[in-house]
């Protein structure tokens, strides 16, 4: 690089940090969480974290994002990298983007006390014991998630029939 465009160029860097300071992205505090296989993670800011978590995967609705079991962060993503998608983005590393898995994370929750962030899980093949999708709750009774290469990411009611009939359990992961 020549001498003059770096000494430009340092310069500007130099006054922008002056003036400006530096900017972080608005993203919640959590530096990196590690969920826990069978206990929730207690952290100070789990509602700033939670509404990112929210708010991101919204910003991802029409279209935006894909259904796609080859995994591409905040473009394709099935269900379960969507979620690890979305957490991980926001300091809370989910260890797996697979379902069977990601169902042991965070403690056992009752449909009944369901908050903003738990992971609802679903078994649609009811022959088998197995998770077949994952979903974020929102609140109101509804979920949001990755739902297929129709809809990709949408939201969907708990008292839909698909979510009554399939609903397998919640965790709660932070606290």
């Not at 340092?10 to 969480?33: D, F, H």
């Not at 979620?83 to 169902?103: I, S």
């Not at 994952?134 to 297929?148: D, E, K, R």
Request: glycine residues 10%.
């Amino acid at each position: 690089m020549n001498k003059g465009i770096k000494l430009l160029s340092t310069g500007v860097l130099a006054a922008t940090l002056l003036v400006g300071g530096i900017t972080a992205p608005k993203e919640a505090e959590a530096a990196s969480i590690s969920a826990k296989f069978g206990s929730v993670v207690h952290v100070s800011n789990q509602d700033q974290i939670i509404d990112n978590v929210i708010r991101t995967g919204k910003s991802l609705m029409g279209g935006k994002a894909q259904y796609d079991h080859q995994y591409v962060p905040g473009r394709r993503m099935d269900c379960s990298g969507f979620t690890y998608y979305l957490y991980g983005k926001f300091g809370v590393d989910l260890h797996t983007k697979d379902d069977d898995r990601q169902v042991n994370l965070g403690k056992s929750v009752p449909k009944s006390q369901l908050r903003k962030g738990d992971l609802v899980f679903y078994n649609s093949n009811k022959g088998r014991k197995d998770v077949t999708h994952v979903a974020i709750y929102i609140g109101n009774g509804q979920v949001l998630h990755m739902s297929n290469t129709a809809s990709d990411v949408t939201i969907s009611s708990l008292n839909s029939s698909w979510h009554k009939k399939n609903y397998l359990t919640a965790r709660r992961v932070i606290d």
